[in-house]
């Protein structure tokens, strides 16, 4: 399996894109380097998701142009890790290569959250 992050270059979950929110809000913080504080959430991201799934490729890519935070792709080979990270039979799936990756990305989505209440990033000051 592999998870593409795309937590790269241009990610920054501290700045709005146009007509939305940011991702994270950083309340009352004077004087911060968001690229920096993007740069430190972005590797404790990645070593939450590659202790997460020890056994697979993580890849962390530039910003995806449409907003996208992660990929997960699946070979034929991984149906069987496939139905073991997700604890459903894969008869039990209507489109295995489909809804196999959305249930991982899910996870993926959710250690982003994780990460930010993890130690081992901080918010870097200018």
């Known amino acids: 399996m592999r998870i593409e992050l795309y937590v790269g270059e241009g990610w920054n ?4 894109a146009d007509d939305d929110e940011p991702l994270v809000v950083l309340d009352g913080a004077d004087a911060v380097d968001l690229d920096a504080s993007a740069a430190n959430l972005a590797a404790a991201y990645a070593e939450l998701t590659r202790a997460t799934f020890p056994a697979d490729e993580v890849a962390v ?6 907003g996208g935070l992660c990929a997960v792709e699946f070979a034929e080979a991984d149906y069987d890790r496939l139905a073991e990270l997700t604890a459903i039979p894969l008869a039990e ?5 489909i809804d196999g990756p959305m249930l991982v990305a899910e996870t993926v989505h959710g250690l982003l ?5 993890t130690d081992g990033w901080a918010i870097a000051r200018t």
């Open 13 to 16: 979950p501290f700045v709005a």
């Open 113 to 117: 959250f994780d990460a930010l209440q």
């Open 61 to 66: 890519l530039p910003a995806d142009e449409e």
């Open 93 to 97: 799936m209507e489109e295995p290569r």
